[in-house]
């Protein structure tokens, strides 16, 4: 019998780490989730505005390899809030954002979640047959 991922231990060496997969994306170990500043964007020409401030990361949290980035939206937001640290809007990437992570962030944090929104991922929503979730 096979373990899921997120309780197989991968290696004698590290207990912590563990298998995942991503949009057809394997590997072992762990997960870093990242957010920094973007107020300062680069230009068409590639350069910065040598007026604003640079951008910094603000929030480094580092999880094993099986932890879905849907759980992290939260606690990354309460770790910026304990150092002041919240944006009006926080870009993320298609992991992070669920309806829950949306309206909370707004509620809790007066925080604008801007990120895709997943698709359904049923299956007869990707076999294009049958009935899909409304």
């Known amino acids: 019998m096979s373990l ?34 973007c107020d300062n964007t680069p230009t068409p020409g590639g350069g910065t505005d040598p007026t604003r401030p640079p951008n910094l990361i603000t929030n480094v949290v580092t999880t094993h390899a099986a932890v879905a980035d849907s759980t992290m ?41 801007i990120a895709p929104m997943r698709g359904d991922s049923c299956h007869p929503a990707r076999t294009h047959n049958g009935f899909t979730q409304a």
């Open 4 to 37: 899921p991922g997120r309780t197989r231990i991968i290696s004698p060496y590290d207990i912590d780490a563990r298998y995942s997969e991503k949009r057809g994306h394997r590997w072992q170990g762990y997960k870093v989730h990242i957010s920094e500043t």
């Open 73 to 113: 939206t939260m606690p990354i937001h309460v770790m910026l809030a304990g150092r002041g640290l919240l944006p009006a809007e926080h870009l993320m990437d298609a992991g992070y954002p669920s309806t829950t992570n949306l309206l909370a962030c707004r509620t809790e944090y007066q925080v604008s979640l």
